[in-house]
């Protein structure tokens, strides 16, 4: 690469010596190869790995979910065994929020630099690892921390994806086309959910994250052999995603397209806060739905994961269904979308506690729009609506990572949040604030109606 390339423009290099010498050679990215020059040898490479790529990041993603949502239904049984209150049940799958955000942001300018399949092949490894670590632990403490630095492995997941989506794929029907693979966490999120309800019917809730766990190591080995790195490790160009018209905006190094297009961009602040208020709805219906049902529905602890593992799989309608509207109705303008979602979101948790308990049929519906309606947009906002945010492929990762802090935090404050106001002022009190942040974010989508165009928006 020539000298006159900016230093934090370069793909990650190992440098002559030093500690972390192993870790920038094991990230750097895959040289290029000679392009194919045959028109049909081309489109065959490009028709197969394009299949490769979309099948790990999905099927890689939703097992990922395997060793982050398996704390759900484990929640009630590891309190019980263990003796914590609902609020240090909260701060501990708290920590995984925490440094999912703060990992997320530093992955993602790391991934902008690295190799893909690697990449992400590792965080399912380490990810599954600390799962068994988890699984092992018996102090409050220790738990807090495994779990959390299971959250910065985690962060490892979504910015290599981010990349690879924006370089192997054109920009036509991109919103369908991350529907379908953001399906993969409510995939993920429903088969773990599922899974762990029949773990713990004849194991202990160690056993919710052994077997995930294991489950997750082998798919990072088997990412490996599935994934490549870009295009043009391949021998092929990389998608045309954004367009420049000017012939500039992708001039210039990395610092600068980093600060402009990320940090002062207003349109990636505007969806990360959105992203915030859908994420504290999101993960406080999908950590603590199975306890609601147990203690204030009465469920049994079987049929209360089975219910809430309904929400995950409604989410998969919820999100293909904002992905059609988005591209076939609203050419790609997603607030309108997002906006419609959050209200019916909001009137489907109230719903869910104002109907009380002896209600099955009615839980079960309200439980399907819940994940039907807070699906799509968390869709839209973490997937085409963060990598279209910064308007360059040379950023995607980062301004997917700066939407991801965000949407953590939010994570965060519902954690630790919801366990809080559970213990003190009962559940009418967690509800409640979950509703006040679907609706916050439905007000966002109304004062920024008209979106600030980017690059891509003229396709």
């Not at 703060?102 to 790391?110: C, D, E, Q, Y």
């Not at 370089?167 to 379908?180: Q, S, V």
């Not at 905006?249 to 959105?274: C, H, M, P, Q, T």
């Not at 802090?405 to 002022?425: K, M, P």
Request: with cysteine; glycine share 10%; charged share 15%.
């Amino acid at each position: 690469m020539p000298d006159s390339v900016p230093a934090l423009d370069r793909p990650l290099s190992p440098p002559s010596s030093g500690p972390l010498s192993w870790l920038t050679g094991l990230y750097r990215p895959e040289a290029p190869l000679a392009p194919i020059q045959d028109a049909e040898a081309r489109r065959r490479a490009y028709f197969v790995w394009r299949w490769r790529m979309f099948a790990g990041f999905f099927l890689g993603y939703a097992v990922l979910y395997f060793c982050r949502k398996n704390i759900s239904n484990a929640l009630s049984p590891m309190g019980a065994d263990l003796g914590l209150t609902n609020t240090q049940l909260g701060a501990v799958g708290t920590t995984l929020y925490v440094t999912y955000g703060l990992g997320k942001f530093a992955n993602g300018v790391m991934a902008d630099r690295s190799n893909i399949r690697r990449f992400m092949a590792s965080g399912l490894i380490i990810s599954g690892l600390l799962n068994l670590v988890f699984a092992s632990t018996v102090s409050v403490w220790l738990l807090a921390l495994v779990w959390g630095l299971n959250g910065w492995f985690q962060s490892m997941g979504f910015p290599p994806i981010a990349r690879g989506m924006t370089l192997w794929y054109p920009p036509e029907g991109k919103a369908t086309r991350w529907a379908f693979w953001t399906c993969s966490h409510q995939a993920g999120t429903a088969a773990v959910m599922a899974l762990t309800a029949w773990v713990l019917t004849w194991g202990t809730w160690r056993t919710a994250f052994w077997l995930p766990g294991l489950m997750t190591v082998a798919m990072g080995a088997a990412l490996l052999f599935l994934l490549g790195d870009t295009p043009e490790s391949r021998g092929l160009e990389s998608a045309k995603a954004f367009e420049d018209p000017k012939g500039q905006e992708e001039a210039g190094d990395f610092k600068s397209l980093f600060i402009r297009r990320v940090l002062l961009n207003r349109n990636v602040w505007v969806v990360g806060l959105i992203d915030l208020c859908v994420y504290v709805v999101r993960y406080g219906t999908l950590d603590w739905a199975s306890k609601f049902l147990r203690d204030f529905k009465h469920y049994p602890a079987e049929l209360a994961g089975y219910r809430a593992s309904l929400m995950p799989l409604a989410g998969i309608a919820g999100v293909l269904l904002s992905g059609f509207a988005a591209d076939a109705l609203f050419k790609s303008r997603y607030r309108a979308v997002n906006a419609f979602s959050l209200a019916a979101l909001a009137l489907s948790i109230y719903g869910l506690f104002a109907i009380g308990p002896d209600h099955p049929y009615l839980d079960i519906a309200l439980l399907v729009s819940i994940g039907f309606f807070v699906e799509g947009p968390q869709s839209i906002l973490g997937g085409v609506g963060a990598v279209d945010a910064g308007g360059s492929a040379r950023v995607a990762s980062s301004a997917a990572g700066l939407i991801g802090v965000l949407a953590y935090f939010g994570a965060s404050i519902s954690g630790v949040g919801t366990g809080w106001l559970v213990d003190r002022e009962g559940w009418g009190a967690a509800l409640a604030f979950w509703i006040a942040c679907a609706l916050i974010g439905f007000a966002l989508c109304l004062f920024a109606w008209k979106e600030p165009k980017t690059p891509s928006s003229a396709h």
